[in-house]
């Protein structure tokens, strides 16, 4: 069993910078894509961005250019640093490790 626990979400003016962390413990070996996915208010979950063991990056339109995804050296760490953030960015953001697990969300509320 795999577990993910985000941590990094908070409140930022519009404009503003956060960095969202994930972790990944239990049964885990040569992980592969790690994801981070979104959920606002009243929407579906929706695809923010995904990195592959070897760095190789993907990111959602209404992103890119102002979020960057990297790995940790540990390899089983993601991150999402967040920059320009906007009110349309306010979700709850979840770690992804596909068809394996998902994390328990943290809220990122950006404030106009």
């Known amino acids: 069993q795999v577990q993910l626990v985000e941590s990094g979400g908070g409140l930022v003016q519009a404009g503003g910078s956060l960095r969202l962390s994930c972790a990944a413990s239990?049964?885990?070996?040569?992980?592969?894509?790690m994801a981070w996915y979104r959920q606002a208010p009243g929407k579906q979950r929706e695809f923010v961005a995904f990195?592959?063991?070897?760095?190789?990056?993907n990111y959602a339109d209404s992103v890119r250019g102002r979020f960057t995804i990297s790995r940790g050296n540990a390899k089983n760490t993601v991150y999402l640093q967040m920059n320009n953030l906007k009110p349309e960015d306010t979700a709850v953001y979840y770690c992804?490790?596909?068809?394996?697990?998902w994390g328990q969300g943290t809220q990122v509320t950006v404030s106009s």
């Open positions: 992804n490790l596909p068809q394996k697990a």
């Open positions: 239990g049964s885990i070996s040569n992980i592969n894509v």
């Open positions: 990195i592959s063991s070897s760095g190789i990056t």
